[in-house]
């Protein structure tokens, strides 16, 4: 009996270990199972990015998702985003070559200088024997280019002196000047600081050409007068800031730049470009702001006072400064932005899904906005339009995007962007509140551009004093430029005029890019 029980105790006992075993293995199977998952995301992932890094060296730089079934997305052949295409479309065919001698006309506004061709004397007796007299004419046109002419302005001070006592002598005074004691005059001025800032002509290219012309003018010397020009251009952009701050809509982005000899801080550092403009393309107001940090406190020294609609690519300082305002300061999210992280996933999957119908959807909205500017709407009918149009179209693709977050990897780049849209839906939708507010903050990003441009040929400023003098030119040309100056025309009447008014203390609202007439001859 007693071994009996003995028995069934030891096999109980072994049961017991082979169930425990059993289960150690299920729970390792279900781990190894688990960690196989998420590696193969992993690679998944990993797969993705190879391929988006193939797509931004070797693709096309358009944004535009092909409708076409047949179109296979490899890699390599895909397509990186570009804020200034927002379009979800079949590609349209090539326009046909227009027609011989259906070129655009010349502008009227140049000179002309008429030349007349007349055939030769022996040629003007018909072979009748008859004079040849002139029955009509047949005009065509070419463009030509005169090198632009460097001339010197001499100015003569007249010497005074009462020929009575011989103690007085007055010399006639000069107007005050841009730059003075030196030879630089605001036309010299304005055409150095539009060909570095606006051509993107380095200083050292710029001296180069002048020395074909026959001018010695060498790369240190233009580096003062631009930075001269700079600490010159400082209070009309201050007067900028100040429009800026008391605006009700605001759009602002930022960009890397290197600055060298910057006190407390290696020259390998990175320090920033900021960009603060009004809403909207045309007749803004555009003020670049240098600092060597990318903190809130940038955002919220420059943006002091303000109150209103602040838009951005969804920086977290952004938000931070908002939620500082107490309300008075409303985020607006930026739909190019949660585009991007979709059209990047079109561009590296082997089939359309998700992110190929929900950029689809977004497509929707731009073609409401693009139709709403084509037709000349008014702010409160463009409102009244998207709340109409576009909120349905909004609502439809939160519902979609619900209903696929959980069947995607959190960690995937499709899991990441559907996150990405739903975390910042609340401020994706503040646009529909006002008809002038943007769908998206590519204006602000179009003003990075020449910045971005200007950089891979100067590569670092060389000094802080430098830097601050970039942003306020760019400041005013970059403003010049949206209220449809010519940049050179305003900087050579800015450089004649502001110099006086500053002297005389009188106002400058008058010379700000907005506000600005040239003047009468």
């Known amino acids: 009996m007693v071994d009996l029980s003995m028995t069934q105790i030891a096999k109980t006992s072994s049961q017991n270990d082979l169930k425990n075993e059993v289960s150690q293995l299920k729970n390792q199977n279900q781990n190894l199972a688990k960690k196989i998952l998420e590696l193969e995301a992993t690679n998944t992932t990993l797969m993705h990015y190879l391929k988006l890094a193939q797509a931004a060296r070797f693709g096309s730089k358009s944004e535009k998702v092909t409708d076409d ?36 006309p010349l502008p009227s506004t140049l000179p002309r200088t008429i030349i007349t061709h007349h055939i030769q004397e022996d040629e003007k007796i018909c072979p009748c024997g008859n004079a040849l007299h002139c029955i009509g004419k047949e005009e065509s046109e070419q463009l030509e280019v005169i090198p632009a002419q460097v001339k010197v302005i001499k100015n003569v001070r007249l010497r005074y002196g009462c020929k009575a006592c011989e103690d007085t002598i007055i010399l006639a005074k000069m107007p005050p000047q841009a730059l ?3 030879m630089a005059g605001p036309g010299l001025l304005a055409h150095i600081l539009v060909s570095k800032f606006d051509d993107h002509l380095p200083i050292y290219r710029q001296s180069e050409m002048w020395e074909r012309s026959g001018v010695d003018l ?44 910057e006190k407390g801080r290696k020259n390998k550092s990175k320090s920033f470009m900021w960009v603060f403009k009004t809403a909207g393309d045309k007749n803004s107001k555009i003020v670049y702001h240098y600092s060597p940090s990318r903190s809130t406190d940038v955002i919220s020294s420059f943006l002091s006072g303000f109150e209103g609609y602040l838009q951005s690519d969804g920086y977290t300082g952004y938000n931070k400064f908002a939620k500082t305002k107490l309300g008075k300061v409303i985020s607006i999210g930026c739909w190019a932005h949660a585009r991007r992280k979709l059209v990047e996933i079109t561009k590296v999957a082997t089939k359309k899904g998700i992110a190929y119908e929900a950029v689809k959807l977004i497509a929707e909205l731009y073609k409401i906005e693009r139709a709403a500017k084509a037709e000349g709407l008014n702010s409160e009918e463009i409102q009244v339009r998207r709340q109409k149009e576009s909120k349905p179209i909004l609502e439809k693709l939160k519902k979609f995007l619900l209903e696929h977050q959980d069947a995607v990897p959190p960690k995937g780049l499709l899991g990441v962007a559907i996150s990405y849209t739903l975390k910042n839906w609340p401020s994706l939708i503040v ?59 305003y900087l050579r009447d800015v450089f004649i005029r502001l110099p006086i008014k500053i002297a005389a203390g009188e106002s400058l609202e008058e010379l700000l890019p907005y506000n600005w007439k040239p003047q009468a001859i």
């Open 69 to 104: 079934e047949d179109t296979p997305m490899l890699p390599g052949i895909g397509q990186v985003f570009d804020e200034a295409s927002i379009e979800v479309e079949p590609k349209k065919p090539a326009k046909k070559r227009a027609a011989q001698g259906g070129r655009k």
């Open 180 to 182: 003075p004691k030196t």
């Open 431 to 489: 646009y529909l509140e006002r008809g002038d507010l943007e769908i998206d903050n590519n204006a602000t990003e179009r003003c990075i551009k020449p910045f971005a441009v200007g950089r891979k040929n100067w590569l670092f400023k060389g000094c802080v004093k430098g830097a601050n003098a970039s942003a306020a030119i760019y400041s005013l040309i970059e403003t010049a430029k949206s209220c449809g100056l010519n940049p050179y025309d």
């Open 218 to 261: 060498d790369c240190t010397t233009m580096g003062r007068w631009v930075m001269g020009c700079g600490e010159l251009l400082m209070p009309l952009v201050e007067h900028m800031k100040k429009d800026i701050v008391a605006s009700d809509s605001v759009q602002a982005d930022e960009t890397g730049v290197q600055v060298m000899n």
